[in-house]
């Protein structure tokens, strides 16, 4: 089972992600997590990971694909996984497409979170984070006891720049522009499922699992 989270930012792919993951028993990858863990231990990937972004530059894709592939062909992946944040270009599904044929692979499952550009502008709008500990909160959905304190370390909540209205603003268009092409990319491939993201968690996580087969 190889799935890829799609959606907008703030459309609650992540946590979906990763509710698929314990529920399937599959391993929830994010291109970040892959580059940190590389970095941290000093591996010849990682290396040359650092090196672009100690520049302040975008990892290039095909070094990205070769991160993703080796994390992928780790024995933990063998029942499948779930890929969250890549692709994010059409030319890095492409070369993922690619890189999987080879092996004599596929995606199975593309799943777009579907939730409407002023949906996601209130959502964010409405997360806190912890100061100290990085725990997240919503004022809606998920609200902290206190109002403004983290219920974990009691530190002070705030809402982070990247979450700001006009922050999100500025993320949704370079998503319209370079990421939701792959809806169309892999609605050709006949692997395209999509949900309606602006209802409740329960409700998401629901209609995924009818998808999937569970």
């Known amino acids: 089972m190889k799935i890829i989270m799609l959606g907008a930012p703030g459309a609650g792919k992540g946590t979906q992600a990763q509710r698929i993951a314990e529920k399937y028993g599959i391993p929830h990858i994010s291109t970040g997590d892959i580059f940190r863990a590389n970095i941290k231990n000093g591996t010849e990937l990682g290396k040359k990971a650092k090196a672009f972004m100690d520049q302040g530059l975008l990892v290039p894709d095909e070094l990205t694909v070769d991160l993703v592939m080796d994390r992928i062909s780790q024995p933990d992946c063998e029942k499948g996984y779930i890929l969250d944040?890549?692709?994010r270009t059409i030319p890095q599904a492409e070369a993922l497409t690619e890189a999987l044929a080879k092996k004599g692979e596929?995606?199975?499952f593309a799943?777009?979170?579907d939730v409407p550009d002023e949906k996601i502008v209130t959502r964010m709008a409405g997360r806190r984070a912890c100061v100290k500990c990085g725990m997240t909160y919503h004022i809606v959905y998920a609200a902290p006891k206190k109002e403004g304190i983290c219920d974990k370390c009691g530190a002070e909540l705030i809402l982070r720049d990247d979450d700001k209205p006009e922050t999100v603003t500025k993320r949704l268009s370079v998503y319209h522009e370079q990421t939701r092409p792959l809806i169309s990319f892999y609605a050709d491939?006949?692997?395209?499922y999509t949900v309606d993201g602006t209802q409740n968690m329960e409700q998401v996580f629901e209609a995924i699992t009818k998808i999937l087969g569970a």
């Open 85 to 87: 944040g890549f692709p």
């Open 106 to 108: 596929a995606i199975d």
């Open 111 to 113: 799943i777009d979170v």
């Open 189 to 192: 491939k006949h692997v395209l």
